[in-house]
């Protein structure tokens, strides 16, 4: 497998800079995940390590080895597109296999690549098969094999699973995690997918605007954002953020609420309070923080999403785990798990705060249901 680094990467389109200043290091056997909003620059980045794209600065190494002008054929990745692009008139055997027929590897090696491949990844029984009579996870999986028998120093994966639908996705990320768990093997993803993202990955990289915003575990990213791009964009639903005049001890919300913020060192810049919806709690209306209005309730079995108009705030979204019984114009309170917290600052960075475990143990917090203490198990449930 391969070690994977980026120095001072840039790239440009004539006088257009899509990337800058791009430093990474992908350690041998890890999975990283890249995501981002439409044109934040992940799918350049990938296709600059497998050289289909030239970089315009920097340096990009291969287990010490600069690659910057090898051609893509001799960097030893595979590549795995969006497109499954596989050829119609050759069975699953033959595409699987074709790119050691090209390079006439021996036919009995040739046999037992696909063989193992198929194993691996359960085609064993279709073979046979031209595409046209395969499913999208079928075929999604034989361009999967395609890449495995080339036996690859890394993987790169361009958004394998955006054209499958809400189950085939679920049954192929598995199928992902799988494969790295038993190959063992350096993979980049690119995704816009959250969900994704936060199953497979090793670690994530965030990208905005052609800038790393922030690299870390799933966790890392979900409980120590470093600015309000990543609070927002990492966890499902969005975080709920509102302005508020920074004090001593905590902030002041726009109705004039005070919400004290012990757990944090110094609240004094805070422009902005960030909190996730599995972070507010509804209570009797009174008994908490702020009061308001559910307007729009979504029972989805797993969970309950309440979107509320908060008086003298606006419109707030929470989500609570299981089917609470809250209706449309039911008047209701809520209180902020303010240990769970975010502040942010002028410029949107997020002002340091404790981990989740330490700030409830600072804070004396004792959760009543586990699910809610549990960042991940209601990060990771996939809200299709």
């Known amino acids: 497998m391969a070690r994977i680094e980026l120095r001072d990467v840039v790239k440009r389109y004539g006088a257009v800079e899509v990337l800058r200043d791009i430093n990474l290091d992908i350690q041998d056997g890890e999975f990283i995940v890249l995501v981002g909003p439409s044109g934040c620059g992940k799918s350049t ?16 190494t291969i287990d010490g080895v600069r690659m910057n002008d090898v051609r ?24 699987m296999g074709f790119s050691m027929e090209i390079r006439k590897d021996p036919v ?9 491949a198929a194993d691996t990844l359960g085609l064993s029984a279709l073979t046979k098969r031209l595409p046209k009579a395969l499913s999208g996870g079928q075929r999604q999986r034989v361009a999967m094999g395609r890449a495995i028998i080339r036996d690859p120093r890394a993987f790169l994966f361009d958004e394998p699973l955006s054209n499958l639908d809400a189950a085939l996705r679920v049954e192929m990320r598995l199928e992902i995690a799988r494969l790295h768990q038993k190959l063992g093997a350096t993979m980049v993803y690119v995704t816009h997918d959250q969900v994704e993202a936060l199953t ?13 915003q922030q690299v870390g575990s799933p966790l890392e990213l979900y409980e120590r954002p470093a600015n309000k791009f990543v609070a927002q964009f990492i966890g499902s639903p969005t975080m709920n953020v509102l302005p508020v005049t920074g004090g001593d001890h905590g902030v002041t919300v726009a109705d004039g609420t005070t919400i004290a ?40 079995g797993s969970d309950t999403n309440i979107y509320a108009n908060i008086d003298g705030l606006g419109s707030l979204m929470i989500r609570k785990h299981g089917n609470i019984p809250i209706r449309s114009g039911d008047r209701l309170g809520l209180r902020f798990q303010t240990e769970n917290a975010h502040i942010f600052a002028e410029d949107g960075t997020a002002l340091r705060r404790a981990t989740g475990s330490a700030a409830r143990a600072e804070s004396g917090y004792a959760p009543t249901r586990s699910l809610d203490s549990d960042p991940l198990a209601v990060l990771l449930e996939d809200p299709q």
């Open 261 to 300: 913020l012990p757990h944090l060192p110094d609240t004094r810049q805070a422009v902005e309070l960030g909190m996730r919806p599995e972070h507010l709690d509804v209570v009797q209306a009174g008994a908490g923080e702020v009061v308001g209005v559910a307007d729009v309730v979504e029972h989805l």
């Open 72 to 95: 893509p054929r001799d960097r030893d990745i595979a590549m795995v597109f969006q497109s499954y692009a596989l050829y119609p008139h050759m069975d699953v055997a033959r595409n």
């Open 200 to 212: 497979l990955a090793d670690r994530i990289v965030v990208l905005n605007g052609g800038d790393i």
């Open 45 to 60: 980045l990938l296709r600059m390590i497998a050289g289909l794209e030239p970089i315009t600065e920097g340096d990009f």
């Open 108 to 116: 009995q090696d040739r046999i037992d690549r696909v063989r193992g």
